[in-house]
């Protein structure tokens, strides 16, 4: 556990850092849609993304509440977390289920930050969140799997050195069970572009570097398996939870962020003789707002906990997130509301990061799948799908 203490410390350290990332630096990447390779590489130098990586390796060996505070904090500060997230949890795969020599070979230079595994190549366009349903395949040739597929909403693979790669190497009528049949990859995709992988932006409505990406004939060394062939849909379901827990975390800083943003200005916004702050109209939306993002961040310490105690956390970890994207959207709406038609001005960050947070009831999984988890595995109803 990581105590009180540590905890503030490591907080107050996030925050200074954020400190030279003003609103101006992301108004400015976010007309470009460029990448923050500034902000990524002062959070890796600062050793944040190596949050989760034992000390063995090379890594910080924080607990998942530290690193829940750490992308939490990123947020409220009003920068963004979601270029680099994924360098905190995605080796979560490699770690667990890795061979030795896998985890001697990768995790040291992710955790020096001199090796980014920030890729997470599992969604289709024709399956979506159906992971079962993939089509992407790795069939075995010698020492090596030939890959033939297509991921999509790849985010990061521009700015990864590694992909996190779930294919199918049994054909799913062949496979033992329901799950059986996927596995994990660890791709290169420094010794693999041009060679068989082809990434192709994708434009959205928020900078926020995802991709779709193309393998066609690409080799991969038997060696780069994670773990055991056919098992890969099991190995991924536990980072899959710490994902959303982190993810959860960010959306707690935003909507503390919409809040603190709410507040300052109703308070000094002067219309008709008064502050706009002393209108019910405008204060209740804001309080409703506060009481829904401290009920929020409830659950997400709750996932927490449970995740770094080793305990099943699926239901909490998908609550969390639910309960965090819908709080954290609602105070977006809020604030926009409450600064009228400045809640639509660049300079103001906020029509920024109302685009930002959005995304998160929407990925990494629909608001509609976390409540069919919860209605089948919680409360015992028919599967509904």
């Given amino acids: 556990m990581t105590d009180a203490a540590e905890l ?3 907080r107050e350290s996030v925050r200074a850092l954020c400190k030279d990332f003003p609103g101006e630096y992301w108004r400015a990447l976010d007309r470009e849609r460029a990448y923050p390779d500034k902000f990524v590489a002062a959070l890796t130098q600062a050793g944040f993304l190596a949050a989760l990586i034992p000390e063995e390796y090379g890594g910080s060996g924080l607990t998942m509440t530290a690193a829940a505070a750490i992308m939490e904090e990123i ?22 289920h890795g061979s030795p020599a896998q985890k001697a070979r990768y995790l040291p230079g992710i955790a020096r930050g001199e090796l980014r595994l920030q890729a997470f190549g599992v969604t289709e366009p024709t399956s979506g969140t159906d ?48 799950t059986g049949g996927l596995s994990v990859f660890l791709v290169d995709m420094r010794e693999v572009k041009g060679k068989g992988l082809t990434i192709r932006p994708i434009r959205t409505m928020m900078n926020h570097a995802t991709t779709e990406v193309f393998f066609e004939n690409m080799r991969v060394p038997a060696e780069n398996l994670i773990g055991e062939d056919g098992m890969g849909f ?38 008709f003789g008064r502050p706009i702050g002393q209108n019910q109209g405008v204060q209740f939306p804001i309080a409703r707002s506060y009481i829904n ?49 400045f809640g639509f001005a660049e300079e103001f960050d906020i029509e920024r990061k109302f ?16 409540l069919s988890y919860i209605a089948e595995h919680v409360l015992g109803l028919p599967r509904s799908y």
């Fill in 75 to 96: 947020q409220a500060a009003g920068c963004n977390g979601a270029p680099c997230h994924a360098q905190m949890y995605t080796m979560g795969t490699v770690l667990r």
């Fill in 8 to 10: 503030a410390a490591i």
């Fill in 131 to 178: 992971t079962l349903s993939l089509r992407t395949t790795a069939v075995r040739d010698g020492d090596h799997y030939i890959v033939n597929g297509q991921k999509i909403w790849t985010s990061r693979a521009e700015h990864s050195d590694l992909m996190l790669l779930l294919a199918r190497t049994t054909p799913r009528d062949q496979a033992n069970s329901r």
């Fill in 234 to 271: 099991r190995y991924i379901l536990s980072g899959m939870n710490a994902e959303r827990i982190l993810i959860a975390a960010e959306c707690i800083g935003d909507a503390k962020w919409f809040i603190e943003k709410a507040v300052a200005y109703a308070g000094e916004r002067v219309v």
């Fill in 293 to 341: 993002m401290r009920a929020a961040e409830l659950m997400v310490r709750e996932a927490a906990s449970l995740y770094e105690a080793g305990k099943d956390c699926g239901a909490e970890a998908n609550m969390a997130k639910h309960l965090a994207a819908e709080a954290s959207w609602a105070a977006a709406d809020m604030c926009v509301q409450t600064h009228g038609g």
């Fill in 355 to 370: 685009r930002e947070t959005r995304l998160y009831t929407v990925a990494p999984i629909s608001t509609n799948l976390v």
